[in-house]
C-alpha cells in the first residue's frame, strides 16, 4: 500500500500511540502466567510456561463461578428493562413538536449533570426504605435509572433521521403506533440501540461503587467487580492471580464488543451520534 509523504508523520503518531498501547497490554497478559518473582525480575519477559495455574487459583479462591453469575443477571436484566425504557420514551420524544416535549428532552439531558457520587447516599436510604438492600433487585431497578439519560438521547437523534414518510404510509396500512414502533423504527435504529446496549454494558458490568454498598460483599450475591479485589491481601499480593483474575473479568467485555463493533461502527460512520 502507497502513501503520500504528507501522511507520514500521522502514520508514525498512528503507529507510536498504537505501540504505547500495546506494551501495557502485552505486560498485563504475560504477568496472568508468571509468578511475582517472574513479574518483578523480568517484567517485559516472555512467560515461560501459559499453564492456567493463575487462573484456576483465581477462580477458586475468589469465587469467581457464582460473581460472574450474579453480574451477568443485574447486567442483563438492567439492559432488557433499559432498553424497554429508553426506546418507546425515545419514540415519543422524537416524534413530539410542541414545547412539552423539547422541555421532557431538555429534563433528561440533565441526567448528565448529576455526578455518580453525589446519589449514592439517597441511593442507600431508598434501598432501606423500599426493603431491598442488600439485594440485586434493586440493582437491577436502579442502573437502568442511571442510563437513562445517554440511552434517550442517543435514540433520539437515530430516530429523528427517520423519513415521517415511512410512518405516513405504515399508517395508511394500517399499522397501529406500536406497530410503527416495531416495524419501522426500532428496525431502522438497530445501529443506536447498538451502540446504547453496549455502552450500558460496559457500564453495568464494571459498576464497583453502588454494587459494594448496596449489593455488599456477600459471596452468594456480590458481582464481579466486587469479588474481584478480594483477590488482594495485606501480607503480599501474588500479582499473577489477580491479572488471571482480571481477564476472566474482562472475557464478556471481550464477547460483547466483538458481536457488536460492526453495528456501532455503522453508528459512528453513519454520524449518526449526535451528542
Avoid at 497478559?29 to 518473582?37: G, Q
Avoid at 464494571?206 to 483477590?231: F, M
Amino acid at each position: 500500500m502507497k502513501f503520500r509523504k504528507s501522511w507520514l508523520p500521522a502514520h508514525i503518531l498512528v503507529w507510536a500511540y498504537a505501540v504505547l498501547l500495546a506494551v501495557p497490554l502485552y505486560y498485563f497478559l504475560a504477568s496472568a502466567f508468571k509468578s511475582n518473582e517472574a513479574i518483578f525480575a523480568h517484567p517485559l519477559a516472555p512467560p515461560t510456561s501459559f499453564g492456567f495455574g493463575n487462573f484456576r487459583t483465581a477462580f477458586e479462591s475468589a469465587d469467581l463461578g457464582m460473581a460472574i453469575l450474579n453480574s451477568g443477571i443485574v447486567t442483563v436484566f438492567s439492559l432488557a428493562l433499559t432498553l424497554g425504557l429508553a426506546i418507546p420514551a425515545a419514540f415519543a420524544l422524537a416524534r413530539a413538536r410542541g414545547r412539552a416535549g423539547a422541555a421532557i428532552e431538555r429534563i433528561f439531558s440533565l441526567g448528565f449533570l448529576i455526578p455518580t457520587f453525589a446519589a449514592l447516599f439517597p441511593t442507600f436510604l431508598l434501598s432501606a426504605a423500599t426493603g431491598l438492600f442488600h439485594t440485586r433487585l434493586f440493582m437491577v431497578l436502579f442502573l437502568p435509572a442511571t442510563a437513562m439519560p445517554l440511552s434517550v438521547v442517543i435514540l433520539i437523534q437515530f430516530m429523528r433521521t427517520i423519513p415521517p414518510e415511512m410512518e405516513e404510509a405504515a399508517r395508511i396500512d394500517g399499522a397501529s403506533t406500536f406497530g410503527v414502533l416495531r416495524h419501522i423504527y426500532t428496525p431502522m435504529c438497530m445501529p443506536g440501540i447498538a451502540t446504547v446496549l453496549l455502552l450500558n454494558f460496559l457500564t453495568f458490568w464494571n459498576e464497583y461503587l453502588y454494587s459494594l454498598i448496596i449489593i455488599g460483599p456477600d459471596p452468594d450475591l456480590r458481582t464481579i467487580q466486587v469479588a474481584l479485589p478480594t483477590l488482594k491481601s495485606q501480607i503480599g499480593t501474588d500479582y499473577g492471580i489477580l491479572t488471571a483474575g482480571t481477564i476472566l473479568t474482562l472475557v464478556p467485555v471481550w464477547i460483547m464488543y466483538t458481536l457488536l463493533q460492526k453495528r456501532m461502527q455503522q453508528a459512528l460512520v453513519s454520524g449518526a451520534v449526535k451528542m
